[in-house]
């Protein structure tokens, strides 16, 4: 797939959609993940939605992408971040040649429909998430157990745990527990399906259910913002701070990297922010 690709599909479902559904995968099935696309997979198989790897976000540039209707500030300049950064993670402070910790909680990250990927792998080894506790979330047993044996090392470490949950609900996860949480390419296979919008709408609710207060959302897409405009709310999240203290989200920002689009989302700050464990 790629932004092109993505455009002209988007382009006919919007045309189209009302008479007949573009064929697409029932992604939106774990059936399909687990007796599926996971069944005959093992440890050694690796599938990396979107082509997009951790070296890709490590260290990136990225532009915000340019409407009115989101949090860019009229900003059209080239930003470089780093994926830390990304995630706005402030308990250590990462230089070019050392991590220095700056507080002794240790940051929960969570990757939703995880699948074989490697990003968490990557992570775990990357010096920007040296104090970092990766939990990797799968509707898929199958994977789940694949991924246990391939990363034992790391889960003997402390470092990263697998919980098989399905990411409309994550009931194995109290409220407030997480402090970031990264998809990457969950909701952008979802949405090609027809109830991806309801499928959708359950992710941001149980996402947002599980963050901390300020705590961020990302996920990867190929299609464009307005895609995602009246599914996610978008232009209602520019709203006075009263009104704003009622919504799920404070801020919305859409960024244009080489080959896809990152779309992130911050949590509301709340009063008696806390922390609890999984369930």
Known sequence: MSLRGRYIIDRLHKALGHRFRLPCPPYQDPFYWNEGVYKSLGPNDVYEWGDVHYDDLETHSYRLFNDSRFDNDGNNDEINTTFRETLNLHSCKTTEKHVEKLSDKKERIMLLGCGNSKLGEDMATSKQFRYSELVQVDVSRNVIT?????????????????????????????????????????????????????????????????????????????????????????????????????????KVEVRELNSIFLYKFQKCYSKGRRRNSIS
């Open 146 to 250: 694949s991924m246990e044996e391939r990363c034992f090392s790391h889960i003997s470490s402390g470092v990263m745990q697998f919980v098989e949950d399905d990411a409309t609900s994550l009931s194995a996860f109290g409220d407030k527990c997480i402090d970031a949480v990264v998809d990457k390419g969950l909701v952008d296979a979802i949405y090609c399906t027809r109830i991806g919008q309801t499928q959708i709408s359950q992710i941001l609710s149980s996402v947002n259910r599980v963050l901390i207060p300020g705590g961020i959302f990302v996920f990867f897409s190929f299609s464009r913002p307005e895609c995602f405009e009246q599914l996610l709310d978008i232009k209602s999240q520019r709203t006075s701070n009263r009104q704003r203290s009622k919504k799920e989200w404070d």
